[in-house]
């Protein structure tokens, strides 16, 4: 079964850190680039970090996040990390995890994983 799916989601206080995984099965993910995006209550979908292909590792962040969040590859785990840290509020959302491949744009979506910052 072709799927990606998230983990690592939960409950922190603010100035904690979390770690995200997106697991792949039924492809691989060195083949795609991969983003994640969050949706935030009330909120639409908006991109907070995303990673090229493999050759260039290339990658980009939403000015909210950028100096906190670190997104990378686990290509022998088949995996996508999000590592966020000095979590605030304002990052509470659903994260979803995103793959496209380079040439056939066959993309998919994780079901989400949610993350509450709260004291």
């Known amino acids: 079964q072709v799927q990606l799916v998230e983990s690592g989601g939960g409950l922190v206080q603010p100035g904690g850190s979390l770690r995200l995984s997106c697991a792949a099965s039924?492809?691989?993910?060195?083949?795609?680039?991969m983003s994640w995006y969050r949706q935030g209550p009330g909120k639409e979908r908006e991109l907070v970090a995303s990673?090229?292909?493999?050759?260039?590792?290339?990658?980009n962040y939403a000015e909210s996040v950028k100096g906190r969040f670190t997104i990378s590859r686990d290509n022998v785990g088949n995996t996508v990390i999000l590592q966020m840290n000095n979590l605030k509020p304002e990052d509470t959302a659903v994260y979803f995890c995103?793959?496209?491949?380079?040439?056939?744009?066959?993309?998919?979506w994780g079901q989400g994983t949610e993350v509450t910052v709260s004291s």
């Open positions: 990673i090229s292909q493999p050759s260039s590792s290339a990658t």
């Open positions: 039924g492809f691989t993910l060195s083949a795609y680039a």
């Open positions: 995103y793959a496209i491949h380079f040439v056939t744009k066959r993309d998919y």
